[in-house]
């Protein structure tokens, strides 16, 4: 559960970096 957390963290982290990027 621990990792799916990360890596769902790691996607919504990835998303706000495109939409700064923008």
């Known amino acids: 559960v621990f ?3 990360h ?3 790691a ?3 990835e998303k ?3 939409i ?3």
């Open 11 to 13: 996607l919504l982290e």
């Open 3 to 5: 990792r799916s957390v």
């Open 20 to 22: 700064y990027d923008q």
């Open 7 to 9: 890596n769902l963290h």
């Open 16 to 18: 706000n970096l495109m």
